[in-house]
C-alpha cells in the first residue's frame, strides 16, 4: 500500500509559512539552526548520544527545544506526501532495511530535505568511486573527475497531518534548497529500493529507498521502543 501511494505522488502539498506567521523566537531559532556552526555539533552529539559514545548534548539543549518548538508552529500537510534527502557516507539504508523490521531510530534533525529531488544528489556521499582525468574539449589541460559508484538517498513518505517539521526555504535564507526541516527522534521503515543508472560517462549510479515516518500510533502497534531499545520517540 505504501508504495503505490508514494509513486502517485507527483508535487508538495505542505503549507508555506510567512515569517510574519511566526512569533520572532521562532525565526531567531531556525536562523541559528541554519548555520552549520550551531547544527553541525547539535546534530553530531545527538547521534554519540544514540550510540552510548558521548555526553555532550547539554550545551545544545536550548537550540534543541526551540528549534522543535518553532517547527510546531508549521501546519501539518493536509495529504500525504514526501520529501527526498541525500545520504551521509556513513549511512547504510540497505543494512536499515534488513534489520529490526527496516525500522531505524534517526535521532538527529533531518536536515537538507526538500520536495526537489534532484537537490539531495549534491548533499549525497559517493560510495566505490575511483578517480579519472578527462580533458574537455578546449581544455588545455586534464581534470581530475569522479568515476562510478553509487550515491544514496531517502524517499520519505510523511502521513497527513502529522506534524514532523517544516518548509523552512522562506526563513533559513537558502530559498533555493528548498529545505523541509524534519524535527528530530523520528522513527523510519526503510521499505524498497529504485535505481537510476548513471547518466553520463563518469556518473554514478542513483539508489533511491522509500522510507515512512511512523506516526505514535504506528510506533506503538510495532512496538518501537522495545523493539529499538529506545527511549525517546
Do not use: C
Given at each position: 500500500?505504501?508504495?503505490?501511494?508514494?509513486?502517485?505522488?507527483?508535487?508538495?502539498?505542505?503549507?508555506?509559512?510567512?515569517?510574519?506567521?511566526?512569533?520572532?523566537?521562532?525565526?531567531?531559532?531556525?536562523?541559528?539552526?541554519?548555520?552549520?556552526?550551531?547544527?553541525?555539533?547539535?546534530?553530531t552529539s545527538?547521534?554519540?548520544?544514540?550510540?552510548?559514545?558521548?555526553?555532550?548534548?547539554?550545551?545544545?539543549?536550548?537550540?534543541?527545544?526551540?528549534?522543535?518548538?518553532?517547527?510546531?508552529?508549521?501546519?501539518?500537510?493536509?495529504?500525504?506526501?514526501?520529501?527526498?534527502?541525500g545520504l551521509?557516507?556513513?549511512?547504510?539504508?540497505?543494512?536499515?532495511?534488513?534489520?529490526?523490521?527496516?525500522?531505524?531510530?534517526?535521532?538527529?534533525?533531518?536536515?537538507?530535505?526538500?520536495?526537489?529531488?534532484?537537490?539531495?544528489?549534491?548533499?549525497?556521499?559517493?560510495?566505490?568511486?575511483?578517480?579519472?582525468?578527462?580533458?574537455?574539449?578546449?581544455?588545455?589541460?586534464?581534470?581530475?573527475?569522479?568515476?562510478?559508484?553509487?550515491?544514496?538517498?531517502?524517499?520519505?513518505?510523511?502521513?497527513?497531518?502529522?506534524?514532523?517539521?517544516?518548509?523552512?526555504?522562506?526563513?533559513?535564507?537558502?530559498?533555493?534548497?528548498?529545505?523541509?526541516?524534519?524535527?528530530?527522534?523520528?522513527?523510519?521503515?526503510?521499505?524498497?529500493?529504485?535505481?537510476?543508472?548513471?547518466?553520463?560517462?563518469?556518473?554514478?549510479?542513483?539508489?533511491?529507498?522509500?522510507?515512512?515516518?511512523?506516526?505514535?500510533?504506528?510506533?506503538?502497534?510495532?512496538?518501537?521502543?522495545?523493539?529499538?531499545?529506545?527511549?525517546?520517540?
Open positions: 500500500m505504501y508504495n503505490s501511494l508514494i509513486e502517485g505522488l507527483d508535487k508538495a502539498r505542505f503549507p508555506v509559512v510567512k515569517k510574519s506567521d511566526l512569533p520572532a523566537d521562532d525565526l531567531v531559532a531556525i536562523k541559528k539552526y541554519s548555520s552549520q556552526q550551531y547544527s553541525t555539533p547539535m546534530n545527538l547521534w554519540k548520544l544514540k550510540f552510548g559514545k558521548g555526553d555532550d548534548f547539554e550545551p545544545h539543549k536550548e537550540l534543541h527545544d526551540a528549534v522543535i518548538k518553532a517547527l510546531n508552529h508549521f501546519p501539518a500537510p493536509k495529504e500525504d506526501n514526501y520529501v527526498y534527502t551521509h557516507k556513513d549511512a547504510d539504508p540497505e543494512k536499515w532495511r534488513h534489520s529490526a523490521g527496516g525500522l531505524v531510530y534517526i535521532p538527529a534533525f533531518i536536515s537538507s530535505t526538500t520536495d526537489d529531488k534532484e537537490i539531495p544528489w549534491n548533499f549525497a556521499h559517493r560510495h566505490d568511486h575511483i578517480m579519472s582525468t578527462m580533458q574537455p574539449k578546449g581544455y588545455t589541460k586534464p581534470m581530475p573527475v569522479e568515476s562510478g559508484g553509487y550515491e544514496n538517498a531517502l524517499k520519505i513518505l510523511i502521513p497527513k497531518n502529522h506534524k514532523v517539521g517544516g518548509n523552512i526555504k522562506n526563513i533559513n535564507g537558502m530559498a533555493e534548497e528548498k529545505e523541509f526541516l524534519i524535527k528530530p527522534h523520528q522513527v523510519l521503515r526503510i521499505g524498497g529500493l529504485t535505481t537510476k543508472p548513471k547518466s553520463w560517462e563518469h556518473g554514478s549510479e542513483k539508489r533511491i529507498y522509500t522510507a515512512h515516518i511512523l506516526t505514535p500510533e504506528v510506533k506503538r502497534m510495532l512496538a518501537v521502543t522495545k523493539k529499538l531499545g529506545i527511549k525517546n520517540v
